[in-house]
């Protein structure tokens, strides 16, 4: 089953806006930092029916932000955490979708059991579906390029994103991974660019979960932020790194050289890079500065 829903408001896929769950230890007081001037495009945000979710309660909806230009625009797929729907991540995702990305994601409601490995599929599903149908599931998806495509997972769905990428059935155009609040149980070996972030308060990385999955990847590009002061949900709460997270797509995906000094510097000057612009417990950058060929940006900013 494939249908469209037209755009509605900004809560148009919360069963309400509250916020998220009061759990112990989850919460912060961090204020979310003004829009950036980074951030290009004025954003869409919809909504399509896909069938055949393996953890999504029976629900059919995958939501979709997307920049309103004549793009290309390069497409990313989100996975979402144990509390289902989006986490409440509303304001990164649109971040992402500001700079140039078209952002798809399951919106699965909250599993009253651990859905696990299965969640990789419904990653496979998302893309697959989307990529498929195109204009057919939703307008934005005829500004489409799915040359390359970049995997995003918070906590449950960080867990299983590099699964999703190394899954037989998943599309071999993927060119880079993210992952917020969580890792795999094993332990991937794939020289994709792959970027981790984690805070201080993260109950994720209490034993150095993260961090030591990190230092034990093999890539030849890859970023860890383990970010002072923040808890599990950050993207949600301070969305102090929201930004920098965006711009590794817009760097390893879009191929946009200027998002690339972020984190590679600019001729050897790193005085404005990520790892200087904020309190880190460790922030590391490996790799050499990608060069690209082809590499195309669109004239249409914000106005």
Same mark, same amino acid.
Request: hydrophobic share 35%; with cysteine.
């Given at each position: 089953?494939?249908?469209?829903? &037209?755009?509605?408001?900004?809560?148009?896929?919360?069963?309400?806006?509250?916020?998220?769950?009061?759990?112990?230890?989850?919460?912060?007081?961090?204020?979310?930092?003004?829009?950036?001037?980074?951030? =290009?495009?004025?954003?869409?945000?919809?909504? #399509?029916?896909? &069938?055949?979710?393996?953890?999504?309660?029976?629900?059919?909806?995958?939501?979709?932000?997307?920049? =309103?230009?004549?793009?290309? /625009?390069? *497409? *990313?797929?989100?996975?979402?955490?144990?509390?289902?729907?989006?986490?409440? !991540?509303?304001?990164?995702?649109?971040?992402?979708?500001?700079?140039?990305?078209?952002?798809?994601?399951? #919106?699965?409601?909250?599993?009253?059991?651990?859905?696990?490995?299965?969640?990789?599929?419904?990653?496979?599903?998302?893309?697959?579906?989307?990529?498929?149908?195109? &204009?057919?599931?939703?307008?934005?998806?005829?500004?489409?390029?799915?040359?390359?495509?970049?995997?995003?997972?918070?906590?449950?769905?960080?867990?299983?994103?590099?699964?999703? *990428?190394?899954?037989?059935? %998943?599309?071999?155009?993927?060119?880079?991974?993210?992952? +917020?609040?969580?890792?795999?149980?094993?332990?991937?070996?794939?020289?994709?660019?792959?970027?981790?972030?984690?805070?201080?308060?993260?109950?994720? !990385?209490?034993?150095?979960?993260?961090?030591?999955?990190?230092?034990?990847?093999? %890539?030849?590009?890859?970023? #860890? &932020? !383990?970010?002072?002061?923040?808890?599990?949900?950050?993207?949600?709460?301070?969305?102090?790194?929201?930004?920098?997270? +965006?711009? #590794?797509?817009?760097?390893?995906?879009?191929?946009?050289?200027?998002?690339?000094?972020?984190?590679?510097?600019?001729?050897?000057?790193? %005085?404005? %890079?990520?790892? !200087?612009?904020?309190?880190?417990?460790?922030? *590391?950058?490996?790799?050499?500065?990608?060069? /690209?060929?082809?590499?195309? +940006?669109?004239?249409?900013?914000?106005?």
């Amino acid at each position: 089953m494939f249908s469209f829903h &037209a755009d509605t408001g900004i809560c148009n896929l919360h069963r309400s806006c509250s916020k998220k769950p009061r759990v112990d230890g989850w919460t912060t007081g961090w204020r979310p930092l003004p829009r950036s001037a980074a951030q =290009k495009y004025r954003v869409g945000r919809g909504s #399509f029916d896909v &069938a055949g979710y393996h953890c999504s309660s029976n629900e059919t909806v995958t939501a979709i932000w997307y920049p =309103k230009g004549d793009g290309p /625009f390069n *497409v *990313v797929v989100y996975g979402h955490g144990e509390w289902g729907e989006i986490d409440e !991540n509303d304001d990164w995702l649109e971040t992402m979708a500001s700079i140039g990305l078209i952002v798809i994601a399951p #919106f699965a409601g909250e599993q009253d059991t651990y859905c696990g490995s299965p969640f990789v599929y419904d990653y496979i599903r998302a893309v697959k579906a989307a990529k498929l149908h195109g &204009a057919d599931l939703h307008p934005a998806l005829a500004t489409a390029d799915w040359s390359r495509i970049g995997v995003v997972g918070q906590s449950m769905g960080a867990k299983f994103a590099l699964p999703s *990428v190394t899954n037989r059935y %998943s599309d071999p155009n993927i060119t880079a991974v993210l992952m +917020s609040g969580d890792v795999p149980s094993h332990q991937y070996d794939i020289d994709l660019p792959m970027m981790f972030t984690t805070g201080s308060l993260d109950k994720s !990385n209490k034993n150095g979960t993260i961090t030591e999955y990190f230092h034990n990847v093999t %890539s030849s590009h890859k970023i #860890f &932020a !383990n970010l002072h002061g923040a808890f599990h949900m950050e993207p949600q709460e301070g969305e102090r790194l929201n930004l920098y997270t +965006s711009l #590794f797509l817009s760097c390893h995906v879009s191929q946009v050289d200027s998002a690339c000094d972020i984190f590679y510097g600019v001729n050897g000057d790193m %005085s404005e %890079s990520m790892c !200087n612009a904020q309190d880190y417990d460790e922030c *590391v950058v490996v790799g050499d500065r990608p060069s /690209f060929i082809n590499v195309y +940006s669109s004239n249409s900013v914000m106005v």
